[in-house]
């Protein structure tokens, strides 16, 4: 049992616990928190495996600003909200059924999955790499993906313009 | 030494050493935050014509810091039978934790730094966004609409100003082509990036003032309107959380400021015989004492102006400062 390992079954552990508590929390504002420490342990699994530029844009955009909005939505409308779960006793056979069945499916697969060669020299450099694939080999998805943003922002804009231009002719 | 620790191979040994000088370098933080409380008040004191403490520790109040710390561990620790009580216990943790993460990748000097990871930069932007979650829990958890109020201002305003603090480094970027903080400032050899990205530098320190909530922009903890803001119902050694919080912000901030913009450690032309730690040390007493003559001299925005100055100002100047640093890039380097 090396560090690594450790490191991983902490990671996981952290995943997949505050995954299931997400779920099972009643408050809303807890559910989000508790979504921030899953994210957080996937950037974990991230750097574990080279990954750090991912690792990090990822607490940048999902726990940085994704959970925020998240947030600022709960709490700009019902913020002590909570949810009652109303499920019978057949629907949880039925799901855990189905998670028994999904598990030994991936169990099997898994076992006897080979990835070849295993890559060594992940870490070199490989923010450069990115950018680098980025902008020879995928420039019109990246170009694309842009152009989509742009028009995210400006529908926004937009949206947010009428509303005010609406109030403004009430109140007149 | 430190350079040869960073490229060992993992060991139990090695992780205790580590340990240890994280320890350290955290006591150093604790005592830098000491004396900055200290530092502001006397600073501020004689530029309003006041002289600041000068009653607990001799002259020059030495002591006063260290006694009003001791005051706050002493006092009851309180948690409002109202509050959401493990998030109210979790909210001063997940704020200060990212706080003392993020110094890991600055480098003080050739030879005293603790990491050597290719996305410095990055690490420091994302990390530091998990602190806004902190007080925004803190803020919501304590169950009190003053609280909440300045919870969510202050997640707005670190939201907003956040973006225009990115932009501006991108500049920074391009020119050197690394996120590497180390190679970051080794580019700064011959020329601090202060005088090729003077508009980034001006956008950097806005935006680094408005990110750490100080005045003027300290609306989070506007005291005439929100009565103290996202701590109010804190007190006690989770209150000194919340402060440490923006301490050791401050720390960080200078020492990125100085990292980024004024050359690290590197001498100015003929003084190279004075050490690169003190180098550092000199460039980011400026930049802290830079940030106290702010707060001793301007006041309060409006949260109105505040965000349209964001948005309306600062992002438009950090797009243009992009476009020019690209252009400069093409033709220059």
Redesign the interface.
């Known amino acids: 049992m090396n560090g690594e390992l450790i490191v991983f079954f902490i990671l996981a552990l952290v995943a997949i616990g505050s995954g299931i508590l997400m779920l099972n929390l009643t408050k809303v504002v807890h559910m989000v928190i508790a979504l921030v420490f899953t994210f957080l342990s996937i950037a974990g699994l991230y750097v574990m495996l080279s990954a750090e530029f991912l690792a990090f844009v990822q607490i940048l955009i999902y726990s940085g600003a994704i959970t925020i909005i998240m947030l600022f939505g709960i709490m700009l409308t019902r913020h002590s909200d909570r949810t009652e779960s109303k499920i019978g006793v057949p629907r949880t056979v039925l799901v855990l059924g189905g998670i028994v069945a999904f598990f030994l499916v991936m169990f099997f697969q898994i076992n006897d999955l080979s990835f070849g060669e295993q890559a060594t020299v992940l870490h070199v450099d490989n923010t450069e790499k990115i950018g680098v694939e980025l902008y020879s080999k995928f420039v019109i998805p990246f170009e694309l993906t842009s152009v989509l943003l742009l028009v995210a922002l400006v529908g926004a804009i937009v949206l947010a313009k009428r509303d005010d231009e609406e109030e403004a002719k009430d109140n007149e | 030494m430190m350079n040869d620790l960073l490229h060992s191979a993992?060991s139990l040994s090695n992780t205790l050493i580590f340990f240890a000088l994280g320890a350290s370098l955290l006591m150093i933080v604790l005592g830098f935050v000491t004396y900055a409380i200290l530092a502001e008040r006397k600073v501020m004191g004689f530029m309003q014509l006041r002289s600041g403490p000068n009653k607990v520790g001799g002259r020059f109040g030495l002591l006063q810091t260290v006694a009003d710390v001791l005051k706050l561990l002493l006092k009851e620790d309180t948690i409002p039978k109202a509050a959401?009580r493990?998030?109210f216990i979790?909210a001063p943790v997940l704020a200060f934790a990212p706080a003392f993460m993020v110094l890991a990748v600055i480098p003080f000097s050739d030879s005293l730094r603790f990491s050597d990871?290719?996305?410095g930069l990055?690490?420091y932007?994302?990390?530091s966004?998990?602190s806004?979650?902190g007080i925004?829990?803190g803020g919501?958890a304590s169950n009190n609409k003053y609280a909440?109020l300045g919870g969510?201002r202050s997640?707005?305003q670190m939201?907003s100003y956040?973006v225009p603090l990115v932009m501006s480094v991108i500049g920074i970027i391009l020119i050197t082509g690394s996120?590497n903080l180390i190679e970051i400032v080794d580019a700064q050899k011959n020329l601090a990036f202060i005088f090729v990205q003077p508009l980034a530098f001006i956008i950097f320190l806005i935006a680094s003032t408005a990110e750490l909530n100080r005045t003027p922009f300290d609306l989070p903890e506007a005291e005439s309107e929100l009565v103290a803001g996202y701590h109010v119902e804190y007190s006690g050694f989770r209150w000194a959380f919340f402060m440490l919080t923006e301490y050791v912000y401050l720390f960080a901030m200078a020492s990125l400021t100085t990292v980024l913009f004024l050359g690290g450690w590197h001498p100015v032309p003929f003084l190279g015989f004075i050490p690169g730690v003190v180098w550092f040390a000199i460039k980011f007493s400026l930049v802290v004492f830079i940030m106290i003559w702010f707060r001793a001299t301007l006041p309060r925005l409006r949260a109105d102006q505040l965000m349209s100055f964001g948005w309306k100002v600062l992002l438009p100047l950090a797009l243009l400062n992009i476009f020019i640093s690209a252009v400069i890039k093409e033709i220059w380097f």
Request: hydrophobic content about 70%.
């Open positions: 993992p959401d493990p998030l979790i990871i290719g996305i990055l690490y932007i994302a990390i966004g998990i806004t979650i925004l829990m919501w909440l969510m997640a707005a939201i956040e996120l």
